[in-house]
Structures are given as structure tokens and as C-alpha cells.
């Protein structure tokens, strides 16, 4: 079978290799993988930022759906002919997160989904929504399980708050839908005003381009008459985290995600003085998972798939991902 290799880090090193296709060991589900989609993460475990001691090669991408050909002894969970997704940690099934539970995150801690078949446990898979094609399931495991912990399980939010939303890409945009299931109202920024006006058709309340509003905590003040926002979903980091301080609410939520404005000092004395509550969320629990499929299911939501790549294309994909041009999640076909 083809599979990706990353067998030194950095984009030349990420090859398309043969492997032995897997047999499923007891317990275990052999899944033809359909499609995958891209996270922000998995440039940074290209590069060798996110963990340069990471054993190599491995298999990249923590995000995949496809359908179940076989099974090992044991199987009860999901049969052959089964549509899942792999979830991200497969051993963060319920509960609260521990040490052990964040270990087995696929493309990172264990071989991912860049295959034409994987072997995962029983355990670390989750039925597909019906309504969804299979490019539409690969965008969920990460982003989306990432929004509706930060917004749902972790925020408890509930109609009339308000949510800041920090640009265009796949958490923000499903935290946009989620909010919106909910009956919020929501706030997005981008430097782009063709994405803005995209994010507008999806159902955002008001948008900002903080390109030509540098100060953008201000104008989120002023939409919000002085009060603040509920809820931030915080992906850009110690770049952006000093406005969203200022932008939230006494003892509104940040959920801290993300660090695409890099990493520097944080002044906390704004936390402690306006009881700020600011959570990092490290994607979540395959119950989490289930839990959010059954609003998705019930509410016929779509994700938001900005471009789809050929299962060869996987480095263009990632170069394409790299330059902040899309809008929504990047999926490839396998």
C-alpha cells in the first residue's frame, strides 16, 4: 500500500512510500482510508517544531475517514462496511484529560491516517454522520472536536452570549456554526474582506479586518457597548492574547488553542484583576467526539471545505495550507 513517510523533518523529507498493508490484531479495525484533511499541527510536526524528538519516520496527519474492510477478534464496536473517523488521541475515550490520555495522538505520538489503510483499535474510532461525504467527516477529528470542546464543553455557552472568533480557518469556522446551533452571537476577524464576506453568508453577526482595524479589541468593545465578549476562541497565542484580554468580559472565557502569532511574554495581571478564565484545549475525548456528531447529524451541518488535493498532492496541500489562502479546512482525497 502507499503511504506517507516523514523520514527527516522538513518538506523535502516527507516522502511517498510502499508499506506492508496492516491485518487487523484482536480488538483491532483495518480501515480503507478515503480522505484527509490538514491541521496547523501537522506543519508544525513537518518542520520538527512540535516535537523534534519525535522517532522517525512516521506516518503524518492525525485526520481521516474511510470505511472498515476487516476486523480482529473481538470487534464489537462498528463492522465491515462501517464509514468512521480516527480519533485523534486514541486513548482519550471520556473523562478528564490526563498525562496518559493526551499520549496516542495520531501523526504525532503514533502513526496517522496518511495511508491507503490503517489498523487502529476499536476504541479509537467513531461512526461517520450519515449526511456527511467522506471528505466532509476527514475535517472533523481535530478542528471541530477542538470547537465544541472550547465552546460546549468547556465554555458552557448558551444563547445570547457572545463569541469572538480569531480568523478564517477550520476551529474558528466550526466554532462559528457551533455558536451559532446555540443561538449566539458572533464575532469573527481575517485581513481578508473576501473572507469576511464568506464569513457573513455562514452566519457571523459582525466581522472585522483587523488589517485595516489594528486595534480590533476596541472595535469589539464598541460592538459589545463596553461590556466585552463571553466567549474568545484564542488561536493565534501570545501575539494576539493581550488584545483578547482586553476584548473579553469580566469573567468571560478564553480558550487558548492555538500559536500562530508565536510564543512571548504574557502580562497576567489582567487575568487575576477582571477574573478572566483562560483554558487550553487540546482537542478532546472520543465522547466529546460522539457527543458533537449527534448535533451535527441532527442539524444537517456542513463542514466548511475549502479546497480539495489528490492523494499525490499531500506536500502541495500542505505548501497550500502554509500560505494562509484558504478558508475553511483543506482536505485530500486518498
Known sequence: MKAYEIQKFGFENLKLVERPQPEPATGEVLIRVRALSLNFRDLLILKGHY??????????????????????????????????????????????????????????????????????????????????????????????????????RQGNIKAGDTVLLLGTGGVSLFALQFARLFGARTIITSSSDEKLARARELGAHDTIN??????????????????????????????????????????????????????????????????????????????????MNRAIELHRLKPVVDRVFDFDELPAALRYMESGAHFGKIVVRV
Open 51 to 152: 516535537n523534534a524528538r519525535m522517532p522517525l519516520p512516521r506516518v503524518p496527519l492525525s485526520d481521516g475517514a474511510g470505511e472498515v474492510v476487516a476486523v480482529g477478534q473481538g470487534v464489537t464496536r462498528v463492522s465491515v462496511g462501517d464509514r468512521v473517523m480516527g480519533n485523534f488521541s486514541q486513548s482519550w475515550l471520556d473523562g478528564e484529560p490526563t498525562l496518559e490520555k493526551s499520549r496516542g495522538a495520531l501523526g504525532g505520538d503514533v502513526d496517522g491516517m496518511a495511508t491507503e489503510f490503517v489498523a487502529l483499535s476499536q476504541e479509537g474510532v467513531v461512526r461517520v454522520p450519515a449526511h456527511l461525504s467522506d471528505e466532509e467527516a476527514a475535517t472533523l477529528p481535530c478542528a471541530a472536536v477542538t470547537a465544541w470542546n472550547a465552546l460546549v
Open 210 to 291: 483587523y488589517r485595516s482595524v489594528p486595534e480590533w479589541e476596541r472595535r469589539v468593545l464598541d460592538l459589545t457597548g463596553g461590556r466585552g465578549v463571553d466567549h474568545i476562541v484564542e488561536v493565534g497565542g501570545a501575539g494576539t492574547l493581550p488584545k483578547s484580554l482586553r476584548a473579553v468580559r469580566v469573567g468571560g472565557c478564553i480558550a487558548l488553542i492555538g500559536v500562530l502569532t508565536g510564543v512571548g511574554d504574557v502580562n497576567p495581571l489582567p487575568i487575576i484583576m477582571r477574573s478572566i478564565q483562560v483554558r487550553g484545549v487540546f482537542v478532546g475525548s472520543r465522547t466529546m467526539f460522539e457527543e
